[in-house]
């Protein structure tokens, strides 16, 4: 059973998570490099994050066994050109770190709108279909010899440039925060982990969870959730 701290805490990092910022991670598969970013992302309140990755991507980077993502959501998207229209449709800037003439420094992007972030491959970077589809280009300033920072690096830095913008915006204090159905599923398993992983190996649906933290379902569900396991 939760605490009624532990409850308040999730509840106010859902209800500020800024669900119109996202990063689009395009055949990112080191482990450590995608554990960073995600979680980055969460500590900024990005929610939604997308993907695209082979099949042996995934199975190099054992992402959805790691518990990387517990607190917020992958989407796996097919190509680039089905990501970046899903997020156009979503009304999002698409940029992309690149060093083009028409590239600007990545502080001088207004983050306070719909944003999505590319962040390409470990060895390749981003590819020159994404290059083309991105509206703006942007760049790291570098002072010394290497070209280029890792890309979890670089997400970090332009996740908390768009944090700092959003901040002062104050979108985090008006913020329209994860949808009721996901917010239920997180705030079940945060504050009722034990409860959340009978109901996996039962089959159960989860139950909601009342503005007190406190589990309502019915008195069948609760006769099954005490019954000895299958």
């Known amino acids: 059973m939760a605490t009624d701290a532990r409850f308040e805490r999730i509840n106010t990092v859902l209800d500020r998570r800024q669900m119109d910022l996202t990063v689009l991670m ?51 998207q097919p190509d680039i050109d089905t990501a970046v229209d899903t997020l156009k449709q979503q009304g999002m800037q698409i940029l992309a ?57 670089a997400s970090a830095l332009i996740l908390y440039e768009a944090q700092r913008q959003r901040d002062i915006a104050g979108l985090y204090q008006h913020a329209q925060g994860v949808e009721a159905q996901e917010k239920q599923r997180l705030l079940f398993e945060g504050c009722h982990e034990a409860l959340a992983k009978r109901c996996r190996q039962k089959g159960l649906p989860y139950p909601q969870v009342d503005d007190k933290g406190d589990v309502v379902a019915s008195e069948q569900w609760w006769k099954i959730m005490r019954s000895p396991s299958k």
């Open 97 to 153: 770190t690149n060093l083009s003439d028409s590239a600007i420094d990545f502080r001088e992007v207004d983050y306070t709108k719909p944003t999505a972030i590319i962040l390409g491959t470990e060895r390749f970077g981003i590819s020159e279909r994404a290059l083309e589809l991105a509206d703006q280009h942007i760049v790291v300033p570098m002072m010394g010899m290497v070209q280029s920072l890792n890309v979890s690096v």
């Open 26 to 76: 395009e055949h990112v598969n080191k482990p450590h490099n995608l554990s960073a970013i995600v979680r980055t992302a969460d500590a900024v309140g990005v929610h939604d994050l997308h993907a695209i990755w082979h099949d042996q991507d995934l199975e190099r980077s054992n992402f959805y066994s790691s518990g990387s993502n517990n607190w917020t959501r992958v989407h796996r």
